[in-house]
């Protein structure tokens, strides 16, 4: 087997689009290695080979090993990957960008380094969620108000649906069995939609750090993100789990959650909404070779990898 020294970089154009790559895959209780471009999970029931390229995000529970060289091939093949905890509820995630371009990424600086322009992001992340009511001359306060009466509803409403019994949100961080099956459907749930969304920002590029609802976080952004599909996707999903069973409900829900994920094509969706939340209309994958290049002044931009000491710049 070659070493990563010796391996060569993808380009961008050989990798998949965040948008066509499955949402996420969960392993527990094996070891993850690699062989040629593949994944490998073994364990007591033998060898199974998983498509690196095809992978949006990799959770990795209780039980797991993974190789450095696993490791190598996730990271260029811009895989998320995850470390849960017991039940999935506890998540370290890392990755790289699909994109050797910086400009999504500088659109979001630019958007959140302003006061006015990070809140009209906020509004048109809000518009999204209420298609029926214009945020434009909504406070935050008001905003965040209309949010909570959104969510609250669709909990009643959803075990209106399935006939799950509802009686409020609770959940203990440092002990997730003592929450009703219920909650820990919607937990479970939430953990991994954060998780397919930070894969989704990761990919293209973004700061998960730089939010415009939440603040304060490093996964500010795709806490943002994952809201905008929360009541569409995850809630459903966690009360579908428990209507189905009250065993085993971390993995009926992840199950649950992964259906709907596709059948409402989430991923690209989210690759076009955060494009569009800042404005930038660039292909995930823009361009086949590196491009940097220096600021000089008035805004202009020189080829990098060049000496100006000798030369001048206009």
């Known amino acids: 087997m070659s070493t990563v020294s010796k391996r060569s970089l993808s380009s961008p154009r050989e990798l998949t689009r965040i948008s066509d790559r499955v949402s996420f895959l969960y392993l527990e209780r094996c070891t993850v290695h ?7 999970a073994t364990d007591t029931d033998g060898v199974t080979h998983i498509p690196s ?20 091939l996730l990271g260029e093949s811009g895989a998320a990957v995850v470390w849960a905890g017991e039940h999935g509820v506890r998540f370290y995630a890392g990755g790289r960008s699909l994109t050797r371009s910086s400009s999504l990424l500088e659109a979001q600086a630019s958007a959140w380094a302003n006061r006015r322009t ?52 609770e959940y203990r961080t440092d002990d997730f069995t003592a929450a009703d099956g219920p909650n820990q459907a919607v937990t479970a749930a939430a953990q991994c939609l954060y998780g397919v969304a930070h894969a989704v920002v990761t990919a293209l590029g973004c700061s998960p750090g730089l939010g415009f609802v939440h603040s304060g976080h490093e996964r500010s952004f795709v806490l943002d993100i994952a809201d905008l599909y929360k009541t569409e996707i995850a809630i459903p999903a966690a009360f579908d789990a428990v209507a189905d069973g009250t065993d085993d409900i971390p993995t009926r829900t992840r199950r649950a959650l992964r259906d709907r994920i596709n059948r409402s094509r989430m991923l690209d969706r989210c690759a076009k909404d ?20 220096l600021q000089s002044d008035g805004g202009l931009d020189v080829a990098g990898g060049r000496n100006y000491g000798d030369e001048p710049i206009w």
């Open 34 to 40: 690699r062989e040629d471009n593949a994944i490998t």
């Open 118 to 169: 990070r809140l009209e992001v906020a509004r048109d992340m809000y518009r999204l969620r209420f298609p029926d009511d214009d945020p434009s001359g909504r406070t935050r306060n008001e905003l965040l108000s209309m949010e909570g009466r959104r969510v609250k509803d669709c909990y009643h409403a959803e075990s209106t649906r399935t006939g799950v019994p509802w009686r409020r949100r």
């Open 274 to 293: 955060i494009k569009n939340l800042l404005h930038h209309d660039d292909q995930d994958v823009p361009s086949e070779t590196d491009r940097v290049t």
């Open 53 to 72: 390229a095809t992978i949006g995000t990799l959770l990795l529970g209780p039980g797991t090993r993974v190789t450095h060289q696993a490791m190598a």
